[in-house]
């Protein structure tokens, strides 16, 4: 019997779930990023980055099929016995908080910057736990179609976003290859970074109602999230010299500067605006896990809620004291870079090798 029966979700919501999840803060700073490392072939290490993703998304999903009714935090317990896979599960609920909190700060400190200088951000935080609260408290079900909703509303973006194409420069990105392939190499670390939020399948793969097109659901997000940094990327590249998308801290916004219509200006306002309900499409999910991994390791499933509304107060304390400088928000990334590396690409393969151990020795005792 599926306990997740009455909160599943649709293939088109898995997909977008992981897609809204994957699109973060990263299109900001990537195309900088990329070009400081391995200049403008650093498109070629995002479709490097893509394949590493779509490798450990399909061991995600592998595992994941191995026990379509259990999430991560069923199966830590189940292979490594109650003590240890309930430290694991701590760990998870812990990376989930570090995550949300993470995105939800960079936001505010763009925002501080860009639109709202002289607003504090206890006051912003508390305009996103509202709607935050409103959403998540109803589980994954209406979370899939909020995610579903915001991908076709801002449809729009990448659009507009050809327009300083115009003024775009080609040959930037000749000789393709320039500095050989280690700069490529290297900055392929950056790119799996920005591919993180695939191991979300760990979490929603027994919420799917056709678990049978999982793969295919988790191929087209990563495929998705691609064209997207590719979008971004290039169109950075093609418009500046690979000398000045270095200077900018966030160039993607520094290239919305230059769009300009007879009837609107600072269109990079609009942006932001709407970007910011992109970017909850991203902490959502970790908050999710959050207090779906507290409320099952408390074994009090059924107060989900309670667990939701704590979880956004204590948010909502955190920013009254905790004013993050551009430093502070670039350690936080780096450091949910180093951990997010370890839960999505390195588990999966300590999981699926413990699995397997586990199912050698279980049939060797069997024979016997």
């Not at 960079?106 to 305009?127: K, Q, R, S």
Request: some cysteine; hydrophobic content about 50%; charged content about 10%.
């Amino acid at each position: 019997m599926n306990k997740y029966r009455n909160n599943e979700i649709t293939l088109m919501q898995y997909i977008l779930l992981i897609h809204g999840t994957q699109v973060g803060i990263g299109i900001l700073t990537l195309p900088r990023e990329l070009t400081e490392i391995a200049g403008t072939d650093g498109w070629i290490s995002i479709l490097l980055g893509w394949m590493l993703s779509i490798c450990a998304s399909l061991l995600i999903t592998y595992i994941m099929k191995k026990h379509p009714q259990k999430t991560l935090f069923d199966l830590l317990p189940y292979y490594f016995g109650t003590w240890l896979g309930n430290f694991g599960n701590l760990l998870m609920i812990l990376y989930g908080a570090f995550v949300t909190v993470t995105v939800l700060f960079t936001a505010l400190f763009v925002i501080n910057v860009w639109v709202l200088v002289e607003t504090p951000n206890y006051m912003i935080l508390a305009l996103y736990l509202i709607p935050a609260y409103i959403i998540g408290h109803k589980g994954v079900r209406v979370l899939g179609r909020y995610s579903e909703i915001i991908f076709f509303l801002t449809l729009w973006i990448p659009i507009l976003l050809l327009v300083p194409l115009q003024d775009a420069h080609p040959l930037h990105l000749l000789p393709v290859i320039k500095e050989g392939w280690l700069p490529i190499f290297h900055a392929v670390k950056t790119t799996i970074v920005s591919f993180l939020g695939f191991e979300m399948a760990f979490f929603f793969y027994p919420f799917l109602t056709c678990k049978q097109h999982a793969t295919k659901g988790i191929v087209i997000a990563n495929t998705l999230s691609l064209l997207v940094f590719l979008h971004i990327t290039l169109i950075t590249y093609l418009f500046y010299s690979p000398y000045e998308s270095i200077q900018y801290q966030w160039p993607t916004l520094n290239l919305l500067k230059e769009i300009e219509f007879p009837f609107l200006e600072r269109f990079e306002i609009i942006f932001l605006s709407s970007y910011m309900v992109v970017l909850s499409t991203t902490w959502l999910p970790y908050t999710f896990i959050t207090v779906f991994g507290s409320s099952t390791l408390l074994k009090k499933e059924a107060h989900y809620q309670q667990h939701l509304l704590v979880f956004l107060v204590l948010l909502l304390i955190t920013g009254f004291f905790f004013q993050p400088s551009y430093t502070q928000i670039a350690q936080l990334a780096k450091a949910w870079g180093a951990a997010g590396s370890i839960i999505a690409y390195v588990l999966p393969v300590v999981l699926w090798l413990y699995m397997g151990l586990h199912h050698f020795f279980q049939r060797r005792i069997s024979l016997k």
